[in-house]
């Protein structure tokens, strides 16, 4: 269906919308210049001419309502008066206008605009408000904006030009998109002369509508596009930006140079784009759990492109240099070990091979250096042998320019060795003229070739980076795992410690009612209790026994070393009451009595041969919720040893994480010490995270120290800091990736007395929806999907870890599961899914339930749910398309109130469900 295609049949319409919303911009067959002019050097000029003279298949109408016609065509003084129906409005007037000419286009059906003009957001409020009510209008009419403030758009493939840039694009594969408008403009100049190409050229501005996670999807899907490429400044919607992202990285590569790393630049940047910029090392952890390499320079963001799209990307970070002379090797060892590789021990049996084929004074290491005087044989039969070397994760091979080297024949030599399936090859021919036929053989031949070897090098490690990005994506974590850190959380106890607190108009939670709350997600803490007096400190410490620990009690200080707050191994009642007095004199002299509230008595635990943590969270501007781990204690800001993550965690996440860190290395068991027990480790992580997803009252938190050795993992100090009660609860912060719902779990009983039990699918369910696939017959599979969906397609890792790992903004899938009635083994019967139209307030619906559980009632207690979920978030329309012989599931459509229609031409049934 085409865009001039769309008002025949909304719904259908509605069904394709999700691959087809950016088509009315991206390939128009009609397209409107608002603001078209012959005023030379305007760009309502240059517009139009680079409209008109790259052929894109479609009609180009000025619209002035000043002029009969514009550069010789005929003009129309509004979008309504153009006899056609336009797809593409490109607005280059004045911004005060703008507004109303979008609810004009609106009116007409124009589906998509892509505003030029400057003046909005990057102002202040006035230009906001324009925004706001621009954005109204476009809303209104199902209407896509780019921009305001940018270059336009190009589709080189199609030849069309609607930017105000000066000359038009190659055709490729790579889709570019950039914040800034005048740096397209650079690359633009510099792909013509490195004769690069593109499939997309975008200029996104200041992203009113269209946003990063709208082009990605869209480009995700296109098939001229092979890798998407990012200039960013700001983020805009973390969210939609995270979901796209995690969706489309696992097939073509998203590569990332985000302006703003250090302040000042993170401050042009925000003046720039009138949006927030955020914590640079947030964005990396974001950019890890969505898959995106991030990169350091222009050069490298398309050189990365071009390296990915070529090699495939290695298994591991272990490289082995291939050289003809000692110090290129070096240089290339240096740049590979500082940006996170490894060289490649040589396995035994490469060792050998390499003993036979190569003269006795060979570097007997890696790098391999195989001698300044060998030829083409010599490079081709050593790459061969260590090609094979198993403990080798990639191939570099330098040529240096001697007397004897042949740089061209060693690269034909080498053209076999191209498309290994899992070891990336690159090469570095150092040198001028002389190795340049060799240089574009090897390029021409698939390998990524580099003038010098420290760059091919770096080239390495970031396909390395790469490719740990991907397995962070869809890695799916053991069920186990996940059961022993569900310890059922006291969600309760938890509510009512941060009500108190916020009720009485405290932001700090007392040291004891951070332990309480910690403990009521299940991480464990040392014994806590609060004495108000000297004697009920004695008599606390009479009980716990001897040794003892006193903290400073106070609802103001968190800090508590800072004002001689803790006295350690105390062992009597005199040594308690002098801590005590103490304590309070050291408050009362540092800030002021009235902070003293009094001590908590602790016992002194004989924690021996263990390590300080930190585990914590803040809050980022664009992401929300963000978790620490690291090595913690007195010293954590001195050290800096820590990773960050966006939460919620699962097992792999959260192993992930803890990697990231040196102290990491340490807990395994170092210089003779047992290793602590990183699955325990592991578990709390996962505990804290469901804690801060949860509990969103919550601002800051940080367990510091938790001490952890072979014998012990306890909390032995926690904070919490809250948002006031002024912030409602719709405005406390989210996290950028949506936690599992388990508002949506809930239980039934269906035909025979089954309980069955229907949530939102979790990650680990993958295993068990290959088992559900197992059970469906070939008739209940044509009557899902229309078609012979083999069984062996159906189950792939990638599909159904793409189910599993679901975002829950995105997409709600169910599950319906009963117990086994033998194992107990949960076993899944049905599967649910509404997909919600990015963009839009309405959805997709579709379901298929195994064959024993047919006609049971559980196919209308499913559709019942999905109804639910989508009244809850606030959804106006579901749709749904069924095959016209599924006369169960049209009926059951009835059921819950579709209004049913037959496909124009088809074999489906399209429904529509109105959301009360």
Same mark, same amino acid.
């Given at each position: 269906m085409s865009?001039?295609?769309?008002a ?6 509605l ?5 087809k919303?950016l088509?009315?911009i ?13 005023k030379p ?13 790259? +052929?894109?298949?479609?009609?180009? $109408?000025?619209v002035n309502?000043?002029?009969?016609s514009?550069?010789?065509?005929k003009?129309y003084?509004?979008?309504a008066?153009?006899p ?7 607005v280059v007037?004045?911004?005060?206008a703008i507004?109303a %000419?979008?609810?004009?286009c609106?009116?007409?059906g ?6 030029i003009s400057?003046g ?10 324009l ?8 809303q209104?009419?199902?209407?896509r904006?780019?921009?305001p403030n940018?270059l336009?758009? #190009?589709? *080189? ?9 000066g000359?038009?694009a190659?055709?490729g594969n790579?889709?570019?998109i ?8 650079a690359?633009?100049d510099?792909s013509?002369?490195e ?6 050229f ?16 869209y480009l995700?899907?296109?098939e001229?596009t092979?890798?998407i490429? #990012?200039?960013?400044?700001?983020i ?9 992202a ?12 985000k302006?703003?790393r ?5 401050k042009?940047?925000a003046?720039?784009?009138?949006? %927030?910029?955020?914590?640079?090392d ?7 759990r ?9 050069e490298?963001?398309?050189d #990365? ?6 090699q495939p990307?290695p298994?591991? *970070? ?5 050289t ?9 060892t ?7 590789g490894q060289l490649?021990?040589?396995d035994?049996a490469?060792f050998?091979a390499l003993?036979?084929?190569l003269p006795?004074?060979?570097s ?6 195989i ?6 044989e010599? $490079? ?6 260590v090609?094979?070397d198993?403990?080798?994760?990639g191939?570099l091979? /330098? ?7 042949d740089?061209?024949q060693t690269?034909e ?5 191209a ?16 190795v340049?036929?060799g240089v ?6 698939? /390998?990524?070739?580099y ?15 790469y490719?740990e990005? %991907?397995k962070?994506?869809?890695? !799916?974590?053991l069920a ?7 310890k059922?959380p006291?969600r309760?106890?938890a509510?009512?410690?941060?009500? &108190?607190?916020v009720?009485e108009? &405290?932001?700090i939670?007392t040291?004891?009612?951070s ?8 991480? +464990?803490?040392?014994e806590?209790?609060?004495?108000k007096?000297?004697e009920e400190a004695a008599?606390f ?7 003892v620990?006193?903290k ?9 070393t ?7 191994d105390l ?11 103490f304590?309070?004199?050291?408050v ?8 003293f509230d009094?001590?908590t008595?602790q016992?002194m635990l004989?924690?021996?041969d263990g390590?300080e ?7 980022d501007?664009?992401f929300?919720p963000?978790?620490l781990?690291?090595l913690g ?8 040893d ?7 965690l699962n ?15 340490a ?5 003779g ?6 699955d325990? %480790? ?5 505990r804290f995270?469901?804690? /801060?997803?949860?509990q969103r ?16 993992l306890l909390?032995l100090?926690?904070?919490?800091v ?5 912030? !409602?609860?719709?405005e406390?912060?989210r *996290? ?9 779990c ?12 229907? &949530?939102?699918?979790?990650?680990e369910?993958e295993p068990?929806?290959?088992k559900?696939?197992?059970t469906l ?12 969906f ?5 189950? !792939? ?8 790992f ?5 997409? #709600?899938?169910l599950?319906?599961?009963v117990r086994?009635?033998?194992?107990s083994a ?20 579709a379901m298929?339930?195994a064959d024993?559980?047919q006609?049971?009632g559980l ?8 109804r639910?979920i989508a ?9 749904? &398309?069924v095959?016209?012989?599924?006369? $169960?599931?049209?009926?059951l ?6 209004e ?14 109105k959301?009360?």
């Open positions: 865009p001039s295609d769309y025949k049949d909304p719904i259908a319409d069904v394709q919308h999700e691959n919303a088509d009315a991206f390939s128009p067959r009609s397209v409107a210049v608002i603001g078209a002019s012959e050097g305007s760009v309502g000029r240059t517009v139009l001419w680079n409209l008109i003279i790259n +052929p894109f298949g479609g009609v180009v $109408y000025p309502p000043n002029r009969p514009v550069m010789g065509i003009a003084p509004t979008v008066d153009v056609d129906q336009i797809d593409l409005a490109v007037t004045p911004a005060k507004p %000419l979008i609810s004009e609106a009116d007409v124009v589906k998509g605009a892509i505003v400057a909005f957001k990057e102002l202040g409020a006035p230009g906001i408000a925004e706001e009510e621009i954005l109204r209008h476009a209104r009419g199902r209407m904006i780019v921009g940018c336009g758009v #190009m589709n *080189p493939i199609t030849g069309l030009n609607a930017t105000f840039a000359t038009m190659r055709p790579v889709a570019f950039s914040q800034s408008g005048a740096l397209c403009t690359i633009l510099w013509i002369r004769q690069v190409g593109f499939s997309s975008v200029s996104i501005g200041s992203m009113l509508d269209v946003d990063w996670g709208d082009l990605i999807a995700g899907h296109d001229s092979q890798s490429v #990012m200039y960013m400044e700001s805009g919607s973390a969210s939609s930006f995270l979901s796209a995690r969706e489309v990285a696992l097939s073509k590569p998203i590569i990332v140079i302006a703003g250090t302040a000042a630049a993170a042009a940047a003046s720039h784009t009138g949006s %927030l910029t955020g914590s640079d947030v964005l990396d952890a974001a950019f890890r969505a898959g995106v390499l991030r990169v350091e320079s222009i490298e963001l398309f #990365m492109a071009e390296v990915l799209g070529k990307r298994k591991g *970070p272990r490289l082995s240099i291939l003809n002379a000692g110090g290129p090797g070096v240089l290339a240096d740049a590979l070990i500082t940006s996170g490649a021990e040589i035994p490469t050998s003993n036979n084929l006795p004074h060979w007997r290491n890696n790098p391999i250096d001698l300044g005087d060998a030829g083409p010599r $490079y081709a039969k050593a790459l061969e042998a090609g094979k198993p403990n080798t994760d191939l091979v /330098i040529l240096t320019p001697q007397d004897m080297t740089a061209t690269a030599h080498l053209k076999p060795y498309s290994h399936p899992d070891k990336p090859l690159l090469a570095s021919w150092m040198g001028g003229p002389d340049e036929e574009d053989i090897l390029n021409k031949a698939g /390998i990524p070739t003038a010098y070897p420290d760059l091919a090098a770096r080239a390495f490690t970031y396909m390395c980076q490719s990005n %991907l962070s994506l869809y890695q !799916t974590p186990e795992a996940l059961e022993a850190s569900d059922h006291d309760s106890l509510a009512e410690i941060i009500n &108190r607190a009720s108009d &405290r932001a939670l040291e004891a009612e332990k309480q709350l910690l403990s009521a997600y299940g991480i +464990p803490t040392v806590t209790r609060v004495a007096t000297m008599d410490a009479d009980a716990i026994g001897y040794p620990v006193l400073l009690y106070s609802q103001t200080i968190t800090h508590k800072d004002v001689g707050g803790v006295q350690l062992g009597g009642r005199t040594a308690v009451k002098q801590a005590y007095e304590i309070q004199k050291s009362a002299k540092s800030v002021g009595k009235e902070h009094g001590v008595v016992p004989e924690l021996k390590y943590l930190i585990v914590g969270a803040s809050l501007p664009q929300g963000v978790m781990f690291g204690g007195q010293l954590v800001e001195v050290f800096k820590s990773a960050l993550g966006l939460p919620p097992a792999t996440l959260a192993r992930q994480m803890m990697s990231q860190t040196k102290i990491f290395h807990l395994h068991g170092v210089r010490r047992k290793p602590i027990n990183l325990e %480790l592991e578990k709390i992580l996962l995270s469901q804690l /801060i997803c949860e009252r919550i601002k800051e938190s940080d367990i510091n120290p938790l001490f952890a050795s072979p014998e012990h909390a100090d926690a904070r919490f809250l948002h006031p009660k002024e912030v !409602t609860d719709d406390l912060p *996290p950028a990736i949506r936690p599992y719902p388990i508002q949506y809930s239980e039934c009983t269906i035909t025979g007395n089954v309980k069955v039990t229907i &949530r939102p699918i979790r990650p369910d068990a929806l290959v559900f696939h197992e017959s070939y008739r209940t599979v044509y009557m899902r999907f229309g078609h012979d083999h069984f062996a397609e159906r189950t !792939t890792h990638e599909r159904l870890a793409r189910v599993c679901v975002d829950y903004d995105r997409q #709600m899938y599950v319906a599961c086994d009635p033998v194992s949960e076993q899944i019967v049905a599967v649910g899914r509404l997909s919600r139209i990015r963009g839009t307030k309405e959805a997709i619906a298929i339930v024993a559980y006609n049971r196919g209308s207690k499913l559709a019942e749910t999905l639910g009244q809850n978030e606030k959804l106006e329309r579901i749709y749904a &398309r095959l016209q012989e599924n006369q $169960y599931m049209l009926q459509c009835k059921s819950v109130g579709f049913l229609k037959p496909e124009e031409g088809g074999r489906f049934i399209l429904g529509e469900l959301v009360q």
